[in-house]
């Protein structure tokens, strides 16, 4: 696709439960990040990959969450024991290159997937 | 906590007036860029500042990078409508481990 895709678009689930949020980015894009928005508020990092370089996970809330990036392409955000302050819509983005470049690195994000949980 | 304010949270202007946001960072940015994001919709990127003191123009849009580089600003010149949405500023921290967005600020633009 042309694009970054997001899947599921949407995911209701129950206290306690994990969910797997996975984001395919823009062929060619280096770097990936994830954001977590809630509703009426700004966006929130969660953490960035560059290439296969190992991430720095200080971002991400809790130790409920882990992300992964195999083979450089695709991701996945997992949210282990879900709780109700999950709650938000979770946007990936790619970029060409690493935040910083010359130009490289404008972010263009996915659809998201709002994850309700109840 | 949050590391880059904007203000103000809210703007409500009539159609063909200016509209300003600022935003301000705690910590000095490699670079900043400003995002766009419709209701319902997500961030679309607008523009991406590097220099100190950097001043760049698309159209009716003003954007400004501060010479500390810890604070921008987006100037709207006669609104439209079309300018409705939350924008954004964003920027990397100096050694590029996190990313951080502004709080945001929503315009509506009253026809």
């Known amino acids: 696709g042309a694009g970054v895709s997001q899947s599921p678009s949407n995911k209701v689930t129950e206290k306690g439960k994990d969910v797997e949020l996975r984001c395919d980015p823009i062929?060619?894009?280096?770097?990936l990040y994830w954001y977590r928005q809630s509703l009426g508020q700004g966006l929130e990092f969660l953490i960035y990959f560059q290439g296969n370089s190992a991430p720095d996970k200080s971002g991400l809330p809790s130790d409920r969450f882990s992300a992964e990036r195999t083979g450089g392409s695709v991701s996945t955000l997992t949210i282990q024991r879900t709780q109700q302050e999950d709650s938000a819509v979770y946007l990936c983005?790619?970029?060409?290159?690493?935040?910083?470049?010359?130009?490289?690195?404008?972010?263009?994000f996915g659809p998201g997937t709002r994850l309700t949980v109840l | 906590g949050q590391q880059v304010m904007q203000i103000p949270q809210y703007q409500h202007v009539q159609e063909g007036e200016d509209f300003t946001t600022y935003c301000n960072s705690s910590?000095?940015?490699?670079?900043i860029q400003w995002y766009k994001q419709r209701p319902g919709g997500h961030p679309v990127f607008l523009i991406q500042l590097v220099k100190s003191g950097e001043v760049k123009k698309q159209k009716r849009l003003t954007f400004q990078f501060g010479e500390a580089k810890k604070n921008s600003s987006l100037h709207i010149t006669a609104t439209q409508t079309t300018d409705v949405g939350t924008y954004f500023c964003?920027?990397?921290?100096?050694?590029?481990?996190?990313?951080?967005f502004g709080s945001g600020t929503k315009l509506n633009v009253k026809p």
């Open positions: 062929s060619g894009h280096t770097a």
């Open positions: 964003a920027g990397p921290e100096k050694n590029f481990n996190k990313f951080y």
């Open positions: 910590t000095t940015l490699s670079n």
């Open positions: 983005a790619s970029s060409l290159s690493l935040m910083g470049g010359q130009g490289t690195d404008t972010q263009y």
